[in-house]
């Protein structure tokens, strides 16, 4: 079965330091993956998204993603996060051929500290 | 810019209740589509729309009714509202159903609270 796995629940980091999110999707002959944001009590907005062409895709906010294909993944970094990125961030995968049903992780809550 | 609107906000039902949740979009959408959030489950799935006149179940759709009788919204019924049905609701349109190029434009969401 098609699914997104976000092993990290919670990621807690200080505040000016790198962050990994990681994702990793079920494998299949051709991906489209995305990178979604929800802050506190509003709706999911697109981070960056992966289409095809360079591995190295960069999105809003300083945030970036590899997409690496032998290991069916897709992590989300960021080199030195700001208490404004506390959130949840959820990875999708829309598989080829399908409309537009997205696949979404659970999600995992990036905790920034002072 | 209106976007994606979503009422109400929030809701308290009784068990066996029903009621209709709202999703307005003004972006001219092909597609809509609602999703339920549950901690430690992500999104998934109740339903979607690829137009006027076209609705299909998605992930989890029992329990729930939609239509699509304009572009514009895309109501979703609670038939007779069920505790575990106690959830964020979030509806979701994007341009075009057909294109993987057409990121999904979310609304605020519906934080509904069967007792």
């Known amino acids: 079965a098609q699914s997104v796995t976000q092993l990290d629940s919670q990621v807690p980091v200080f505040e000016e330091a790198p962050v990994e999110l990681r994702c990793n999707y079920s494998s299949s002959v051709s991906v489209y993956l995305f990178w979604y944001v929800q802050y506190p009590n509003q709706g999911l907005q697109l981070l960056l998204k992966?289409?095809?062409?360079?591995?190295l895709v960069k999105g809003i906010n300083g945030f970036e993603a590899e997409f690496n294909k032998s290991q069916t993944s897709f992590h989300l970094r960021k080199p030195s996060v700001h208490i404004s990125d506390t959130a949840e961030y959820f990875c999708?995968?829309?598989?080829?051929?399908?409309?537009?049903?997205?696949?979404f992780g659970t999600g995992t809550l990036l905790a920034v500290q002072p | 810019n209106a976007g994606v609107t979503q009422t109400p906000k929030f809701q308290v039902l009784k068990t066996g209740q029903s009621m209709t949740l709202q999703c307005a979009q003004d972006?001219?959408?092909?597609?809509m589509s609602w999703y339920r959030q549950d901690p430690g489950m992500g999104l998934r799935l109740i339903h979607y729309s690829v137009g006027a006149g076209i609705t299909d179940q998605g992930e989890v759709p029992n329990g729930y009714n939609v239509s699509r009788s304009t572009t514009e919204d895309f109501p979703l019924r609670l038939l007779s509202a069920a505790p575990s049905q106690t959830s964020v609701y979030f509806c979701?349109?994007?341009?075009?159903?057909?294109?993987?190029?057409?990121?999904?434009?979310f609304g605020n969401g519906t934080r509904l609270t069967v007792t």
């Open positions: 999708a995968v829309l598989y080829g051929g399908a409309t537009n049903k997205l696949i």
């Open positions: 992966y289409l095809s062409g360079s591995t």
């Open positions: 979701a349109s994007s341009y075009s159903w057909s294109s993987y190029n057409s990121p999904l434009h």
């Open positions: 972006m001219n959408h092909e597609y």
